[in-house]
């Protein structure tokens, strides 16, 4: 185990982003694998998801403090202001398929069918109420839905 500095408290997570990320590789050559068949950072939960059942945990440093590129918008639904990631319309594609792909392979219990229908819903709605492009975006959202059902992996129609 490694010692941190006084005050650098880990905490366990299953999902975190590999920018910036230390991994050992002894897990690797005892089988973990990253599931590069997935796209737009998806590829991190599904590591962490096979890093826990291979009896390996994560940890983030509380106080490590790195960049962060993703813009955040402004949108106001009747008189509330909410905050939203401002990303490209084809994001939209990969994040219910991605959960569904992950379900798919690793059957995790915390992801449930329930819960990605739960996120097509949210998502969906965030698009109708606070996006801009919404018909793109919710075409993207349902496309990417059937391509998770039919398996369909990798990248897909976008960027």
Not at 96 to 105: A, Y
Not at 109 to 117: E, K, T
């Amino acid at each position: 185990m490694h010692v941190l500095p006084e005050g650098h408290k880990p905490i366990l997570v299953r999902w975190s982003s590999s920018n910036g990320a230390l991994y050992s590789t002894v897990p690797f050559r005892q089988g973990t694998r990253v599931m590069h068949e997935l796209w737009m950072g998806y590829e991190d939960l599904a590591l962490g998801i096979d890093l826990e059942k291979n009896g390996w945990k994560q940890y983030a440093c509380q106080s490590a403090v790195l960049p962060h590129s993703v813009e955040y918008l402004e949108a106001k639904f009747f008189y509330r202001t909410f905050h939203i990631p401002d990303k490209p319309i084809w994001y939209s594609y990969y994040n219910v398929r991605n959960l569904i792909l992950i379900r798919k392979k690793y059957r995790p219990s915390d992801l449930s069918a329930y819960q990605i229908v739960k996120k097509l819903l949210q998502s969906g709605l965030r698009i109708i109420l606070l996006e801009n492009n919404k018909i793109k975006r919710l075409r993207y959202l349902l496309a990417g839905t059937v391509a998770g059902l039919r398996s369909e992996i990798g990248k897909g129609p976008v960027p």
